[in-house]
């Protein structure tokens, strides 16, 4: 038997391991982290948007979702984002996140026009990304390992990890992402990590506190 469960709990819908008192964890595209980082948005102030260097009403494919916290910073933007995700709990977690933001704050229009320009996708974008999206950008945010002394500020991502096991090979993610049409994708790495692509090379980095954007560009 598992130990991980999908439930729902005050109104969301979470994952939950058995044995760990951080558990669960859900999607919240409102708390009041995610609000204050919105609030300060701009391409300056986030290096992820820097790295893009597109622009609002552009597409951008998130091929690795997660959460979804790099999906709602793109589409907050102004970004339209395909967001994919293999795993069908995180995904049905995606949903209800959405549901959850546009039922609690759709009057709003920045919020409408977010959660509007989300396209959410139960895929595997290592093998089906369509150039029908017409995107122009990637992001790939591979699952990588969360050191000791950061598990009180990553408990979701540790359990992720664990639930996930080892996630989508960045080199197959790249090759999709270039064989479909995209110009530009940006893979997010720990600041000093030392792995290494096995055909490409980031055309350059951008550097942040704790973690690295490879820039990679294909036309």
Not at 8 to 32: H, M, N, T, W, Y
Not at 80 to 102: F, H, K, N, W
Not at 119 to 145: C, Q
Request: hydrophobic share 35%.
């Amino acid at each position: 038997m598992s130990r991980f469960s999908l439930q729902k709990i005050e109104g969301r819908l979470c994952l939950a391991e058995r044995g760990q008192p951080k558990s669960p964890i859900s999607v919240d595209f409102d708390s009041p982290q995610l609000r204050a980082r919105m609030k300060r948005l701009s391409a300056r102030s986030e290096l992820l948007l820097k790295a893009l260097g597109g622009k609002a009403g552009e597409t951008v494919v998130d091929m690795t979702t997660g959460l979804g916290t790099d999906t709602w910073l793109l589409a907050t933007f102004g970004y339209t984002v395909y967001a994919c995700e293999r795993s069908p709990t995180l995904y049905a977690m995606l949903e209800d996140g959405l549901q959850r933001i546009r039922q609690y704050h759709g009057d709003l229009s920045q919020i409408s026009d977010t959660a509007s320009n989300i396209r959410l996708r139960n895929l595997d974008s290592s093998s089906s990304v369509e150039s029908s999206w017409g995107a122009k950008y990637a992001v790939i945010d591979p699952m990588f390992p969360v050191k000791k002394k950061q598990a009180l500020a990553s408990g979701d991502m540790q359990m992720l990890q664990r639930f996930i096991g080892r996630g989508e090979s960045v080199d197959l993610l790249l090759h999709a992402a270039k064989a479909q049409g995209i110009k530009r994708a940006v893979v997010k790495r720990v600041l000093r990590s030392r792995q290494r692509y096995a055909r490409l090379e980031p055309l350059y980095s951008l550097e942040g506190r704790s973690t690295r954007f490879d820039v990679f560009q294909f036309g």
